[in-house]
C-alpha cells in the first residue's frame, strides 16, 4: 500500500504550508500500519481560511453560476470516486463492496440530488405584500466526522455551494485522505479561491475555533452528541446557527403479523452495515414476546453469513473497527453488557485476529430497555435484542432513550407500521423495508440533532430569509 503524504493545506485557492510544523498520523486498521499524513493546523490557519472565505463569498451569486460550479465539482469528484474508495477502505477499514458502494455511490446521488433541487427551488416568493427572499447564509464552517467521510463531506460541501455559500472544510483525523482527494477534485473544478478551504487538526483545536469564530455565520457538524453539545455551546457564543447530525440507537421495531423472516434479515444487515459504524443504525431490534425465539434463531442464522476480514478482500462483510480507540469502545460496550446480565448470543469482545482492529459481529439477547446497551450509542457490529409484550410496550421501548435519529416499523401492512411510525420520536423511519431515498430529510429528534439534511429540507438549511414589504399597489 503506498503512503499518502499531504504536507499543505487548501486555502484561498492554493495548497499552502501550515503556520505550524507536526502532522497526524492515518492508520490502516486492518493492518495498524501508517499509511499518510496529513498536517496538524492551528487555530491561525483557521483564521487564513475564514478569511478567504469570507472574501470569496457574494452574496448576490446567480444561481446559473451555483450550478455551473455544482456541475463541475460534481463531474470531478466522480472521475476521483475509484481513488477515494481505495483510500477509505485504506483509511478507515470499510470493506471494498462497501466503499465502492454506500461510501461513493451514494454520495453522488446527494450531490446530483441537490443540483435537481437548486433547477427547481423558488427563491422569491410572494406573500401579501412583501417579497421574500432566499439568499446565501454566509461562511460555513463543515466539520465532518470518520465513518462515511466523503458521504458527510458531500453533504455539506455541495448544498453550501448550491447555496451560494464558501466552506471552511475540517475532516476526522482518523479518515482524512479520502477528504483530501474530494478537495483536490474540487481544486480541479477550478472553484474561485476561497470557495473551499481545507483545514485539518485536532477537533480541539480546529473544529472549536471554526465554531467559535466571529466571522463563520453557520457551522454544521456530524459526530457524537457529547461534542456536538460543545459546538453549539461555542456557536452559540457569537449567536450562530448550527446544523447537528448526532448519535442515535434506532430501534428495528418488529410488530405481531410482520414478514418476521424478512424483518430479520433486513435489520441485521442495516445493524451491521460498515461495521457497525453507522449513526443511523438499526442497533436495538424490538421483537414480539410470542415469537421471541424464532426471531432468536433467524438473526444467528443470518449473523452467520457475516464474514469478518481483510476489507481489501470481496468476500468480507465487516472489516476492522475504524481505530484503536473506537475498536477498545465497543469492547468496552460489550464486557460491560455481559456483566450488566445481557446474555451474548453470538460474538464477544475477544479480538479474533492477532493483528488489526478486528471484532465478530455481537449479538445480545434479553437487553435490559434501561441497561447501558439499551440505551447509549456502541458503534461497532454490536446489536441487542429486547422482547416487548405488546404495541404500547414496544413504542414505550422505542422512545424511550435520549435519541430519536432513524429505525423502522414492520407489520402486516403498511397502513399498521404507518400509524405506530407516527407514534415514535424519531427522524425518520422505513416502513416494512422502504428503500433509502437520498433526498428525503434526513436528522434528529431529541439529543440526535438539530436540523436536517439532504434534498430540498438539507439545501434551505443554508439559506437565510429575508422579508421585503411593498406598497400596495393602487
Not at 478507515?92 to 437548486?118: D, H, N, W, Y
Not at 481544486?187 to 469564530?213: F, K, M, Q
Request: hydrophobic content about 40%.
Amino acid at each position: 500500500m503506498p503512503t499518502f503524504e499531504h504536507d499543505k493545506l487548501f486555502i484561498d485557492g492554493r495548497w499552502t504550508t501550515p503556520s505550524e510544523s507536526g502532522v497526524i498520523d492515518v492508520v490502516d486498521p486492518a493492518t495498524e500500519n501508517v499509511i499518510g499524513h496529513v498536517p496538524n493546523g492551528s487555530a491561525a490557519d483557521v483564521d487564513a481560511a475564514v478569511t478567504a472565505a469570507r472574501r470569496a463569498f457574494d452574496p448576490l451569486i446567480s444561481v446559473a453560476e451555483r450550478r455551473e460550479r455544482l456541475d463541475r465539482v460534481i463531474a470531478a469528484m466522480e472521475k476521483r470516486l475509484p481513488e477515494i474508495a481505495e483510500l477509505i477502505t485504506a483509511e478507515m477499514g470499510a470493506p471494498v463492496r462497501i466503499s465502492q458502494s454506500v461510501q461513493t455511490q451514494v454520495p453522488l446521488a446527494v450531490a446530483k440530488g441537490f443540483a435537481e433541487v437548486l433547477d427547481t427551488f423558488e427563491f422569491e416568493e410572494r406573500i401579501g405584500n412583501s417579497l421574500v427572499l432566499r439568499e446565501p447564509y454566509g461562511v460555513v464552517g463543515a466539520i465532518t466526522p470518520w465513518n462515511y467521510p466523503l458521504y458527510q463531506v458531500v453533504a455539506k460541501v455541495v448544498p453550501a455551494i448550491a447555496a451560494g455559500c464558501t466552506v471552511v472544510l475540517k475532516p476526522s483525523n482518523e479518515a482524512p485522505l479520502s477528504v483530501f482527494a474530494f478537495v483536490e477534485a474540487c481544486e480541479d473544478a477550478g472553484l474561485p479561491p476561497g470557495t473551499i478551504n481545507l483545514v485539518s487538526g485536532p477537533g480541539r483545536v480546529i473544529g472549536e475555533h471554526i465554531a467559535a469564530h466571529p466571522d463563520v455565520d453557520f457551522v454544521s457538524f456530524t459526530g457524537s452528541t457529547g461534542v456536538g453539545a460543545r459546538v453549539g455551546e461555542l456557536a452559540g457564543q457569537t449567536i450562530k446557527k448550527v446544523a447537528l447530525e448526532l448519535g442515535g440507537k434506532s430501534a428495528n421495531v418488529i410488530l405481531e403479523g410482520a414478514d418476521l423472516a424478512t424483518a430479520v434479515k433486513v435489520g441485521v444487515g442495516n445493524a451491521f452495515l460498515n461495521g457497525g459504524q453507522t449513526c443511523m443504525a438499526w442497533t436495538r431490534m424490538l421483537v414480539p414476546q410470542s415469537r421471541y425465539d424464532e426471531a432468536l434463531d433467524l438473526v444467528e442464522s443470518a449473523v452467520s453469513r457475516y464474514t469478518v476480514g481483510d476489507p481489501r478482500d470481496p468476500a468480507t462483510r465487516i472489516g476492522p473497527s475504524a481505530s484503536r480507540s473506537q475498536f477498545d469502545t465497543v469492547r468496552g460496550f460489550i464486557e460491560r453488557a455481559q456483566r450488566d446480565g445481557a446474555r451474548l448470543l453470538v460474538g464477544g469482545a475477544e479480538p479474533i485476529r492477532d493483528v488489526g482492529f478486528f471484532l465478530a459481529p455481537t449479538v445480545f439477547a434479553d437487553v435490559d430497555p434501561d441497561s447501558e446497551l439499551g440505551q447509549e450509542e456502541v458503534f461497532g457490529p454490536v446489536l441487542a435484542i429486547t422482547p416487548y409484550t405488546d404495541a404500547d410496550d414496544a413504542l414505550r421501548i422505542a422512545n424511550g432513550t435520549p435519541y430519536g435519529l432513524s429505525g423502522a416499523v414492520w407489520a402486516g401492512s403498511d397502513d399498521e407500521a404507518i400509524d405506530f411510525a407516527r407514534r415514535v420520536h424519531t427522524g425518520q423511519l422505513d416502513i416494512n423495508g422502504g428503500a433509502y431515498n437520498p433526498s428525503a430529510p434526513f436528522g434528529g429528534y431529541k439529543k440526535s440533532g438539530i436540523g436536517r439534511e439532504l434534498g430540498r429540507f438539507g439545501f434551505e438549511e443554508y439559506l437565510q430569509t429575508k422579508s421585503l414589504q411593498l406598497k400596495e399597489r393602487a
